[in-house]
């Protein structure tokens, strides 16, 4: 079992920055990636960014640019720093670990962003 904990959600004005973390707990030595997921009111679950446990990283072509992940082994911690935010940005962020033979998905509570214009 993994379990996640986001944090740094908030509000911000277009143009601003917020940084999300993702705190890993349980079997973290099974993870084989993780990454941040969004879902804004409406719309399907997307994927934002992704990291390996290698560290090689993936962004959607609306993240690139403007978004980072990156990530603290030492405090089994995920980030996603987001800069040049828009209002099509807001939405709950989730965090997703991958983790087992079995490659199963565990999933965080999720953190809101809302970017006002």
């Known amino acids: 079992q993994v379990q996640l904990v986001e944090s740094g959600g908030g509000l911000v004005q277009a143009g601003g920055s917020l940084r999300l973390s993702c705190a890993a707990s349980?079997?973290?030595?099974?993870?084989?990636?993780m990454g941040w997921y969004r879902q804004a009111p409406g719309m399907q679950r997307e994927l934002v960014a992704v990291i390996s446990s290698g560290g090689s990283t993936n962004y959607a072509n609306s993240a690139k640019g403007r978004f980072t992940i990156s990530r603290d082994n030492a405090k089994n911690t995920i980030y996603l720093q987001m800069n040049s935010l828009k209002p099509e940005d807001t939405a709950v962020y989730y965090c997703k670990a991958v983790a087992g033979l079995q490659w199963r998905d565990y999933w965080g509570q999720g953190t809101q962003v809302t970017v006002s214009s």
């Open positions: 349980g079997s973290i030595f099974r993870i084989n990636a």
